[in-house]
T-cell receptor
């Protein structure tokens, strides 16, 4: 296993368009997280899954954002009607259940024009 | 939610020890303290975590104050590859999984 992968690595879109990002976690990890990071800031938690169940969503996650993990493996994050303020790095991480280490992917950089 | 406070930046010389401080005065009794670092254009990388006792691994040591309101990440011999933003993080709410990241400390290492 080569770690957490994310696709695409970069996405440029026009305001108002919908975008979808994919995250493939480490195969045996049952937890999957999405974070957003803007320039000069640390990552901000968005949501997380345990297997296919979405257990927690941040207050930051507006109703334009939706995430799925249909079979408890890969996950998708969709942003509808993108706004310029959505421009950020979207990071995915996975872990085993419990307190331990989260493994982060390289991120998807979104630019909304 | 508990928050962390770190210096914005620190400098070190190569091959010298580095002590990166973090204040977390509102930490809850069961919250683990996690440290991650992030190199430019990469996702964060786990460094170490602990609850009460000091912890050591191949990357670093974590010294936790007795009252748990502060901790220090110790890099024993800084290398140029250790130049990164270091984040001290705490769990979000009651969950031990989701993490709150502050702005972190940008560590520069001089040859």
């Amino acid at each position: 296993d080569t770690g957490v992968s994310q696709d695409p690595r970069h996405k440029i879109t026009k305001r108002g368009q919908n975008v979808t990002f994919r995250c493939d976690p480490i195969s045996e990890h049952n937890r999957l997280y999405w974070y957003r990071q803007t320039l000069g800031q640390g990552p901000e938690f968005l949501t997380y899954f345990q297997n296919e169940a979405q257990l927690e969503k941040s207050r930051l996650l507006s109703d334009r954002f939706s995430a799925e993990r249909p079979k408890g493996s890969f996950s998708t994050l969709e942003i509808q009607r993108t706004e310029q303020g959505d421009s950020a790095m979207y990071l995915c991480a996975s872990s085993l259940e419990g307190v331990g280490e989260q493994f982060f992917g390289p991120g998807t950089r979104l630019t909304v024009l | 939610d508990a928050k962390t406070t770190q210096p914005n930046s620190m400098e070190s010389n190569e091959e010298e020890p580095v002590h990166l401080p973090c204040n977390h005065s509102t930490i809850s009794g069961t919250d683990y303290i996690h440290w991650y670092r992030q190199l430019p254009s990469q996702g964060p990388e786990y460094v170490i975590h602990g609850l009460t006792s000091n912890v050591n691994n191949r990357m670093a040591s974590l010294a936790i104050a007795e009252d748990r309101k502060s901790s220090t990440l110790i890099l024993h011999r800084a290398t140029l590859r250790d130049a990164a933003v270091y984040y001290c993080t705490l769990p979000l709410g009651g969950s031990q999984g989701n993490l709150i990241f502050g702005k972190g400390t940008k560590l520069s290492v001089k040859p």
